[in-house]
């Protein structure tokens, strides 16, 4: 079967593809993209409506991230957002008018249970750009490789999202006085389609819950939530591992310690709490390990795309975005040395607290040759990145390590 | 003439002086890890049924640690010996010649494991510009 299928390399021969392209009856456009020696069943949700140059981590769940050329929008369009699944998208046909939302738990007067048309009607709507940016992006620069998926830089966006603030649910819910954490559940499927099974039940401390962007959605740049993204609600929570943003919403906890669903414990979403070596084992214990709260300050490079080559004498213009987890960008900077010396950018407030900022910058190219741009971002606090990976943990998370460009000046 | 003497006089200077800096600061240990089971005490190769020949060839002019702290392909192991034949009076290796690149293409190769805190970029896919 895999002889026929895939050419020397394992990628699927130009025959496969016109007979899948049959099947599905579509061109089978991410051939390029898809793991080596994989054979693809169908088309299902996972790449429908999204651009040909995504490239596919898995498929089973659907992790897709985007190339940094295409994180250029102010805005991120759906058809460039990364997906991160850590199961399977729910396979019952959803009636957004029988959807509900329940909150209960611990720590609520009384549980309390809203369908989505009262959620729309009861609350006022809110609409907020958020950077939501998997805790593993960058993993795929650890040394030595962490399990997880191998992200390198796309496993972010900044999308604009519109719903009711989680703060205005829980204040018509009630809550007791001793509510510390929340934790969301959907109705994505365990990988093993066992129902008993939660793939993942993720949440944040109560303070953060009632932020004012914290936000139970319905839409997404103005249309309904596409099935990838967690239709036809979910929590959005800006500036923190989007793990907590949680999909396919039905349920939150209100609860009266910190939550303890799937993924909560171990070494999920948690870094060590001392700093270790590259590849140093530690026990999964939470005395070892911390929940991720805050992501790091980061940036990116999104115009030009990498590769580019430019008569010398002409002006480079870049441009690109900037985010700090919970707090602003203070100062963006490129170099074209390796980090001798640097130039700043320019950079624009955020469009509401937790977007992303946009930076931009004219560089000169001194000679003939080739070049790396590094950009690097200082959040409000004054903490940089770091142009080499920053510290090895075991789960591969928070690489914030400066993103460069390859260019020539011919 | 007097130009290409000072050459060669200038590079066997630098070379000497690259040998007694590495050996005043020691090499990175990172490049010198015992591949072999088994390292010779004295000069810290590996140690393998060639290795008698290899110490006579490579370490009759400079220090051993030149080979330890470099790892390259055979092609590349073949063309430092073809560069010190052309500037250091290396002699013909003769029918070693194939013993000696075997030996260096087995235990001095390109390292995997090698730690890069930033890897060079790859695959960069070169397009114009266009202003």
Known sequence: MKETLHNRRGFLKKSALTTLAGIVGTEIVFAEN???NHVPLAFDEGLKGKHPDMIVLSDKPWNVETPPHLLDDAVTPIERMFIRNNGLVPEEKIDPKAWSLTIKGESVKAPKTYTLSELKTKFKTYTYQLVLECGGNGRSGFVPQTSGNQWDQGAVSCAEWTGVRLKDILNDVGLKDDAVYIGYYGKDLHPSRDPSKVVISRGVPIKKALEDETLVAWAVNGQELPLMHGFPLRLVIGGWPASVSGKWLHTIAIRNKEHDGAKMDGQSYRVPRQPISPGEKLAETPENFRIIESMPVKSLITSPKSGAMLDLGKTLSLRGHAWAGDLGIKEVQVSIDYGATWQ?????????????????????????????????????N????????PAWNPGGYLNNACHRIAVKAV | MIKKLLLIICTIGLFVAAVQREQKYGTKPSSTQALADSVDAETGLALDPHFAIVKAQCTGC????????????????LSKIRWMQRNHKLWDLGETEKTVLDYLAKHYAPNQTAYSRREALRNVKWYPLEK
């Open chain 1, 344 to 380: 700043k950018a320019n950079v624009q407030p955020p469009k509401n607290r937790l977007a992303w900022q946009h930076w931009s910058a004219q560089i000169q190219l001194p000679k003939k040759g080739y070049y790396e741009v590094w950009a690097r971002a200082t959040d409000a």
């Open chain 1, 382 to 389: 004054g903490v940089t990145q770091p142009m080499v990976i």
């Open chain 1, 34 to 36: 898809m793991p080596k």
């Open chain 2, 62 to 77: 400079h220090s051993p640690k030149l080979i330890l702290q470099h790892r390259f392909t055979r092609d590349e192991w």
